[in-house]
């Protein structure tokens, strides 16, 4: 048995990376993006047909195994790396063709040739090796009977070949990305539990607070011309705007939370959402909205339409009457809410920069805010797999578009 070395050790690490070490003991790896796994198996084929030999396959060779992780003319199996012939020349400086294998000392004893295993006779084999020096396996084509390739084929073989290693790069990075996800959420779901936990230590104590401060208010000792009322009055403000402040980054921190995707109506999600706010839908209060089916997490809809509705109520006109319009256009790749009002509008140049968290245009006569809204807004179009957009309302205003794309 081979000892395993520093190098072997390293590249099991760096195949494993790749995701081309098995799972589980006899298991051979497939990619994990079906199409792609395809396209290898589709490529093995067109390379054995290019050389005109009945067999193909796409060896990963391991520290102690070689595993055939795509296969034309035969079944897919596993050797060890004794008995490879690959692993005799895969790390070698290009590629190997060898008309008869019996005839070929690095071969005539091998298992593959004498019977044991198979009668191959002709033999190429073309390294697979990533830009970045790692040399995964090879691409190798066989016969049972004796061939020699015409120097243009063996080209096309070695051009293959790199299309194999560029499948196997692909499966890397969506490995990598797969893995970056994964942290993400993991750091989400830290950060979302963070600030329940710090709303909660903070709301307990504020709401007692305001609570006295009512009880104040309503003290018949205390005259309504007295300067304390003018002070109780203005930690009541800010009591008010801090408990707004601490739901906003709790809402934000849970957007890029899990979803729980369902199908829900536009026109009920709204009016929750405006119920929250106050008013009702209708000519009375300006909001009016049309019925649309989402696919969608139902509470992060919810909060992205209160956003949106409460941002049109606080930086209406002061020229014109509130008119909200929330209505929605449906495509093969989903539907599209757009939420119009007639405020003051958000200028090009400016856009951008709203819907960064924490940001503020600050313009007179604005109503409360935390910057958090549109932020918000725009990380759960983005949990969706959508995206938000803003633009000018005809006529003055601002109009927000969120894609969510369908559902299956």
Known sequence: MQMLTEQDAGRDVDLREYGLVPASPGTIPALVDDRAQRALNNLVRLAASLCGVPYGVVNIITSSQQ??????????????????????????????????????????????????????????????????????????????EAALPTPDQIDLLEVLAQQAVELFELQHRTLQL??????????????????????????????????????????????????????????ASGGRRMLGTLDDVLDYSRTDGSLNRERVSLLAVTAEAAQDLGVDLGLGSGILCEDAELFADRAQLRTLVQ?????????????????????????????????????????????????????????????????????????????????????????GGTTVSVHFPAGS
């Open 67 to 144: 595993l055939q992780v795509a296969a034309s003319g035969i079944d897919a199996g596993i050797c060890s790396r004794e008995d490879s012939m690959c692993a005799t020349v895969f790390m070698g400086p290009g590629t190997t063709v060898v008309r008869d294998a019996s005839q070929d000392p690095r071969f005539a004893a091998n298992p593959f040739v004498t019977g044991e295993i198979a009668d191959v006779r002709f033999y190429a084999s073309v390294p697979l090796k990533t830009s970045a020096g790692l040399v995964l396996g090879s691409l190798c084509v066989f016969s049972t």
């Open 307 to 395: 956003n949106l509705l409460a941002n049109a109520m606080n930086y209406r006109s002061p020229q014109r009457a509130l008119e909200v319009a929330v209505t929605a256009g449906t495509c093969p790749r989903g539907v599209t809410v757009h939420v119009a009002d007639n405020g003051k509008g958000i200028l090009p140049a400016d856009r951008e920069r709203a819907l960064q968290p924490l940001v503020r245009l600050n313009r007179p006569g604005d109503g409360p805010g935390t910057g958090l809204g549109l932020a918000t807004c725009r990380r759960i179009a983005q949990s969706h797999g959508g995206e938000l957009a803003i633009s000018e309302t005809p006529g």
């Open 178 to 235: 797969n893995d970056a996800l994964a942290e993400l959420r993991r750091s989400n779901a830290m950060l979302a539990e963070f600030a329940g936990r710090v709303s909660h230590d903070l709301r307990t104590p504020l709401t007692t607070i305001l609570g006295y401060v009512e009880l104040a208010e309503d003290d018949p000792g205390i005259a309504p011309d007295h300067p304390s009322m003018e002070y109780l009055g203005l930690i």
